[in-house]
C-alpha cells in the first residue's frame, strides 16, 4: 500500500541508466562479438531502454498514488516490489529479443536458436535494475560531485 505524498525521482534514473545501459552494452558485445555502427547504435538503445526501465522502478509507487491502485489492497498489483519484479522480467525477455535479433537469428530453430545472450548476464542486469531503488542510497555518496545534480 502507497500512503504519503511521493513525487518523481529522476537523478538515479539518468545515473544509473547510463552506468547500467554501458553494462548491459558491454555484456552483449563480449557475448555477441559484433563490431561498426550496429555496436554503437545498441549502445544507445541499451542506454534509453534502460532510463525507461530505471524510471518505472524508481517510480512505481508515484504510479500506483496518482492512479489510486496503491489504495485498492489489489493482490500483485497494489505492491510495489511485485511491480519492479515485473519489470525486471520484462527488461530481462528485452534483452534476449534484442541479442536475437543482433545475431539476425531472431526465427532460426525457434526461441531458443537465437538466445545468444548469456542468461546469467541478463539476470544480473535485471537484479540490478530491479533493486536499485535498494542499495542507490549506498552508492550516492560514492559519486563524484559531477555525476550528482
Do not use: C
Amino acid at each position: 500500500m502507497v500512503e504519503g505524498a511521493i513525487s518523481l525521482t529522476i537523478e538515479p534514473v539518468i545515473v544509473l541508466g547510463v552506468i547500467l545501459g554501458l553494462y548491459e552494452l558491454i555484456l552483449i558485445h563480449r557475448d555477441e562479438n559484433f563490431r561498426g555502427s550496429h555496436w554503437f547504435g545498441h549502445g544507445i538503445h541499451a542506454v534509453v531502454i534502460m532510463v525507461i526501465a530505471l524510471f518505472a522502478v524508481f517510480n512505481w509507487a508515484y504510479f500506483l498514488q496518482i492512479t489510486g491502485l496503491g489504495t485498492k489492497n489489489i493482490p500483485l498489483i497494489s505492491n510495489v516490489l511485485v511491480g519492479r519484479i515485473a519489470i525486471g522480467v520484462i527488461l530481462n525477455f528485452k534483452m534476449h529479443a534484442v541479442s536475437a535479433v543482433v545475431k539476425g537469428r531472431a526465427f532460426a530453430g525457434g526461441v531458443s536458436g537465437g538466445m545468444a545472450e548469456h542468461w546469467t548476464h541478463t539476470i544480473i542486469v535485471s537484479v540490478l535494475v530491479v533493486t536499485a531503488p535498494y542499495y542507490w542510497s549506498l552508492i550516492l555518496p560514492m559519486l563524484p560531485a559531477w555525476a550528482r545534480f
